[in-house]
């Protein structure tokens, strides 16, 4: 046979034909129940059919261990979950030492010095692959993702560590801070256009260092302007006074927002390291993660994993909830949710039953073939704990208080195994082996592999 008559053969065998299609329509049609299953979906939500109601009403939203007693966050209309997941851990410790049971601190301030560190970031990394292509995959991902809302645990930190932080209303929301999307959308315009200015010069054997750096730092100071006219000018300095819960009134003066965080956060941040749970073979438990160009700030800390079974994220998790401290977590929020019950069970939708198909896939499946990844941060606030064992977990969203318990959510342990992908704990929790491992030299993952999502 020749080229020709074998590639005209593949097509036809490759190709869906008429009649396959003519088949297929036949043999649902016989089906009366898939005619009746059809009835129902095109009618009602398809979620309402796969759910297994009894399940979802026997999950009791009570545990042992609570430590929350105050109320939940709100995000809106933005990708903040992180930072607000990680603000809301420091609160915990703020509301303590100020007396006080409702406390924020300045979401919209961290996230200003977010977005103006992260387009310095970007910058750069334009500037280390100016000698690739566009077409580069690294240079086209780098362009594709410049200005997200979303980040990670060391990327929090940073942001705290150099610019500390301020009470809510010192740097109250904005409607940009609110909903985010337009203001996102110009950045990435101009950090684009900016991307081409700086790869031209650095390509061009005419340009100077010096010209490189007066570009640069032109965006960036449209950058800054960009960000003060959506999200307001941050505060340097506040004078803060407060009245406590047993009325009595503190006046502390001028603080900076370095000294603001000091003086109200009663745990070190540099303590703390992100677990996570990569199930893929050939990065082994016990080893260090990070992503390459995954960051917010240039020559502060990078992005770093220390890779742990789940079960001992959990143990670890569990201990810390028992001490009384909330535990920051990443997962893939939005499989197996009730989202208005605020309900999580691995087994809460049976969407194969219904289908009659199978579309399941266990966890190292998933994070291989781009089905699950860290899509959302949060706090752990409760467990239920039984003869040693965990049964469930109370979640502080930052969704706001329409959904679950006042916005506090359960998650079954079943949901924990499946789609939390990292928490973050005291270093003085790991055991020595782990310590060890915490020292040695990461595993660097490409800046589009699944660890590289922003929760």
């Keep these: 046979m020749s080229t020709a008559s074998a590639a005209t053969a593949a097509a036809s065998t490759a190709s869906l034909t008429a009649a396959q299609v003519d088949a297929l329509h036949a043999s649902f049609a016989a089906d009366p129940v898939l005619k009746r299953t059809q009835n129902a979906i ?38 903040r979950c992180w930072l607000f997941a990680a603000l809301n851990l420091l609160r915990a410790g703020a509301k303590q030492t100020l007396g006080v049971k409702e406390f924020e601190f300045s979401q919209n301030y961290a996230m ?3 977005k103006l560190e992260r387009a310095n970031y970007f910058l750069e990394s334009i500037l ?30 940073n942001i705290f560590s150099k610019y500390g932080a301020v009470p809510k209303s010192a740097m109250p929301e904005t409607e940009s801070s609110a909903n985010t999307s337009r203001m996102n959308s110009v950045l990435c315009s101009l950090l684009r256009q900016g991307a081409q200015a700086l790869r ?7 340009s100077d260092g010096d010209a490189v750096a007066r570009a640069k730092t032109r965006i960036i100071a449209d950058v800054h302007r960009i960000l003060t006219l959506h999200l307001g000018t941050p505060p340097t300095a506040l004078d803060w006074d407060y009245t406590d819960d047993e009325k009595v009134f503190h006046r502390e003066g001028s603080l900076t927002p370095q000294e603001f965080l000091a003086k109200y956060s009663t745990i070190d941040l540099h303590d703390y390291v992100c677990l996570v749970d990569d199930p893929r073979a050939e990065h082994p438990k016990g080893s260090t993660l990070t992503v390459e160009h995954l960051g917010n700030v240039v020559g502060a800390d990078p992005v770093l994993y220390l890779n742990v079974d789940i079960s001992l994220a959990k143990k670890l998790a569990r201990d810390a909830i028992v001490d009384g401290e909330p535990v920051w977590f990443g997962c893939d ?15 809460l939708y049976d969407y194969a039953a219904l289908y009659a198909a199978d579309i399941s896939l266990d966890k190292e499946s998933r994070v291989r073939f781009g089905e699950s990844a860290m899509t959302h941060a949060m706090l752990l606030t409760g467990v239920d704990v039984l003869d040693g064992g ?3 977990w109370r979640v ?3 969704w706001g208080d329409e959904n679950g318990d006042k916005g506090f959510y359960t998650m079954a342990d079943s949901w924990f195994d499946e789609y939390v992908f990292e928490v973050v704990v005291d270093k003085k929790r790991l055991n020595p082996e782990l310590l060890r491992a915490l020292a040695t030299e990461p595993i660097v993952l490409p800046a589009w592999d699944p660890m590289g999502a922003l929760a």
């Design 396 to 398: 502080e969203n930052s």
């Design 390 to 392: 965990t049964r469930r």
């Design 200 to 206: 031209q010069l650095r390509r061009n054997p005419a």
């Design 333 to 347: 929020v939005g499989k197996q949710m009730v989202r208005k019950d605020g309900i999580w069970d691995a087994r």
């Design 128 to 157: 280390e692959t100016a000698e690739r292509p566009e077409d580069d995959r690294l240079v086209s991902f780098l362009l594709q993702t410049v200005m997200g809302d979303g980040g990670q645990w060391n990327m929090a930190v």
């Design 42 to 79: 095109t009618r009602v939500s398809v979620d309402e059919l796969a759910i297994d109601h009894g399940l979802a009403a026997s999950l009791s939203t009570t545990v042992s261990h609570r430590i929350d007693a105050w109320k939940v966050t709100n995000q809106q209309k933005s990708g």
């Design 112 to 114: 200003y010095f977010d």
